[in-house]
């Protein structure tokens, strides 16, 4: 045998062997969806059970605002600003339960991995090195026909890969700001991937030991001539090049069509994008800034609060004993307390003041930045909805971003965590001496929360929220430039690698 022909059996075999080894990926990934669904949907509850109690820790007002029973809301609204010494562990213990949670829905999209890379690249395998020919003999029980029809299956099914197309160890990052989001995500990976089973499940799939794939024939002994084995060599070889080429597959999901507009929707709008992503961490810092100088101020008016409350508490309490020369006393506190009172208010007047505008900027840029997300959605969407109707795919996260519910917890609701509390107690103070017992341990709650925080220069709620959530679409950017430069590289040989995938491979087959 020539080396030509020796040469031409090895790669055949091979890339007839790899086929048969993605059938039988996607084959047993599917025949175990079930078990996967099953792990997937336990992590998506713990998800949302994690979400549920983290809204628990910190109740904005409005939770007062909704209620049929306002004294109950009230006193569990209360209850939350009271036990915020605690809210950040008990943040952290959530942070530690997501991190276990999302380490068990990485190990399982890793498993998915190696199925949808499976499917991707029977997509884009030659449908004519499998058609009827004397050279290529499949083990017993595996039929042309049946690798034919797996072939097309995967090829109708593709465009749905889209979906999945982000780094799942950057976007899945336990950020407890961000759960609502990875649980959506979830569970349109779920769908999908039921979905794109239950297609292929419809094909032929051939049940066989691996082992059979060692018995693949290739017969070079017909009438074949050295131009026609020189030929088949340099087209197999080719059809390999192809399969593992990642651009051109990236191609290949797009239908070609519907690259050229990703990619210039993408290229316009991606400066923008990252400008918002900038004034976005401005504005976090901004309000990390404004934060830190009002608990400076808080800290400093507290204190003089607590020295207030206990001359009040002291002074009421020797009334009886000192037949009223404890006044003195008393009226010292009430002056000291009303001091604090009218700090804190500034305090909070200032600190409500920069938060809205700071609102306002980042509302703006906001309705901006959703806009760029939406087009590059609905192109992508463009893409994966092509396959056939009843495949309804979205490519979710910028649409749950745009939901009202999931970034509604907007500065407004943030601010009245603290500024409630601080308005409410001023008030009181100022007119109800006998509430001082109260307003002293909130007083005293307000300076080791503050203090705590200062001392580890920790970020606002709010601004914790916007980097989480930050990093969420920069993550996304950064999944959509990938696709860009892919679909870039890919499209350059994509029209003769189209045209060899088409080529008949047998001599016979030729016309």
Known sequence: MSTARKELQEALCHYTADTLIYIDTVRGFCERISKWMIGRESELDMMRDIKDRADKIDLNFNHVNKSGTKVKAFWEYMKSKVTQVTADSRRAELEKELAAVLKDTLGGLEKLDCFLDS???????????????QVLHLPEWISLENVQVVITAARLICPLLLEFKRDASVFFLPRPQNVEVLAYQLDKYIQTTQKICEKLEKSSFCEFDLKMIM????????????????????????????RMNQNFRMVFLFQEESCSGFID????????????????????????????????????????GAVGGVLSIVGLALIPVTAGVSLALTMTGVGLGVTSGVNSLVTTATEIGVNRTQQKKASEVF?????????????????????????????????VLCKAGVVGKGIDSLVDLG???KMLKSEIRAGLIAANALFLGMDIFFICKDSISLSKGSETEFSQFIRARAALWSSEIDSWQKIH??????????????IIMETPFYPEMET
């Open 265 to 304: 929707e993408f290229t316009e709008r991606k400066p923008r994008m990252l400008e918002f992503l900038k004034d976005l961490e401005e504005s976090a810092v901004q309000l990390d800034r404004m934060n830190k100088g009002a608990k400076i101020s808080s800290v400093a008016g507290s204190s003089v």
């Open 215 to 242: 018995k693949t024939v290739v017969d070079l002994d017909v009438d074949l001539s050295e131009d026609d084995i020189q030929r088949m060599l340099y087209h197999i070889n080719q059809l390999d090049d192809i």
């Open 119 to 133: 499917v991707e690249k029977l997509a884009v395998t030659s449908l004519h090195v499998f058609t009827e020919n």
């Open 485 to 498: 430069d892919s679909l870039s590289e890919g499209l350059v040989r994509s029209g003769k690698n189209q």
């Open 367 to 399: 309705k901006s930045f959703m806009e760029d997300v939406q087009i590059l959605q609905d192109c992508l969407e463009e893409v994966t909805k092509r396959e056939t109707n009843p495949i309804d795919v979205a490519v979710g996260v910028g649409k």
């Open 419 to 421: 500024s409630a509390v």
